[in-house]
């Protein structure tokens, strides 16, 4: 009889451990598995994916998005994804087609559930007229690609990439969605705070590196009239930095804006000859800086580098 017992007790153990596995591998299978191609889109999707998703990007927050090496690693991550996220509106065109093709996964393909282009569901800025040729740099003919450094169509962004979850993990579009819309809740209210303190410092005319910045500025009414590259993409020359220096001076203009992944010697190079400017190390990207970890953490740093205050490093 106790042999029985043990036995019996053996067997249930097997059955409750058989069982363990295999409600665990249920659940492993049901997690979504989620590729990004920038840092601030993977932000997004663990806050509105929650444990329900698994996800990273491609892109960290240090790199210039527009030029990424397409490893081998990438498409094995890809072959495996049930969803990547892209900007779009050309941003990841030099890396990211080819990352999808040695993927050889189905789903993931432009046009599929499994593709998602963000860009083209807000406004774009910056889109020419007419033709474009490699003459005017590195134009972007759909508009300007970083429309993550807006909060507000941040907000508009998280309601697309939740809406995709959904119907990729459709028990699960309820919370998706609610936590999209906390997000974009959250991003409008804040920016209230972030409008009135940029207006507080009087700052009207930022100097950049790049137009990186360009919905920043849209969003919070500041005018950007100087670029450090002479063209998109092309570096600055003596020339250009002879005309931002005299045009910061004719406009007063007290601060240059360097996005992470530039070299801010030029700018510094501009600042000693133009006694009133600032140059701020900005982080444009999640990631961009240790102490941006958050996509909240990205507009409030870029405020406190407008009143001088910014948290670098």
């Known amino acids: 009889m106790k042999n029985m017992k043990m036995n019996m007790t053996k067997s249930l153990s097997s059955l409750a451990i058989a069982y363990y596995l295999l409600t665990s591998a249920q659940t492993a299978h049901a997690e979504l598995s989620v590729l990004t191609t920038v840092s601030d889109l993977n932000a997004l999707v663990q806050e509105i994916g929650g444990a329900e998703v698994k996800s990273e990007s491609f892109c960290k927050g240090s790199q210039d998005p527009h030029f990424l090496e397409p490893k081998p690693s990438f498409m094995v991550k890809a072959n495996r994804a049930d969803l990547v996220v892209?900007?779009?509106l050309g941003l990841e065109v030099g890396w990211l087609p080819s990352i999808l093709q040695g993927a050889r996964n189905p789903k993931i393909q432009t046009g599929q559930a499994g593709?998602?282009?963000?860009?083209?569901?807000?406004s774009v800025l910056d889109v020419p007229s007419g033709k474009v040729t490699r003459a005017e740099g590195d134009v972007h003919p759909e508009g300007n690609p970083h429309v993550?450094?807006?909060?507000?169509?941040?907000?508009?962004?998280?309601?697309?990439?939740?809406?995709r979850l959904g119907e990729l993990d459709a028990p699960h579009a309820a919370l998706f969605k609610s936590r999209a819309e906390a997000l974009q809740k959250r991003l409008v209210e804040k920016s209230?705070?972030?409008?009135?303190?940029?207006?507080k410092t009087g700052t009207s005319k930022i100097i950049s590196f790049h137009k990186t910045?360009?919905?920043?500025?849209?969003?919070?009414?500041?005018?950007?009239?100087?670029?450090?590259?002479?063209?998109?993409?092309?570096?600055p020359t003596a020339k250009h930095t002879l005309d931002v220096i005299e045009r910061a001076k004719a406009d007063k203009i007290t601060l240059v804006m360097v996005e992470n992944f530039f070299d801010p010697q030029v700018a510094v190079r501009v600042s000693k000859d133009v006694p009133q400017l600032?140059?701020?190390v900005v982080a444009v990207s999640v990631g961009g800086s240790d102490k941006v970890k958050t996509i909240d953490d990205l507009y409030e740093n870029l405020v406190l580098a407008i009143e001088g205050k910014a948290k670098n490093g």
Do not use: C
């Open 86 to 88: 892209a900007i779009g």
């Open 115 to 122: 593709y998602l282009e963000v860009g083209p569901a807000v």
């Open 148 to 163: 993550l450094l807006d909060p507000i169509r941040t907000g508009e962004i998280s309601l697309v990439i939740a809406k």
């Open 192 to 199: 209230h705070d972030w409008e009135a303190r940029i207006a």
């Open 213 to 235: 910045l360009t919905y920043f500025f849209d969003r919070y009414k500041i005018q950007n009239p100087m670029i450090l590259e002479p063209l998109p993409g092309v570096p």
């Open 278 to 280: 600032r140059v701020e």
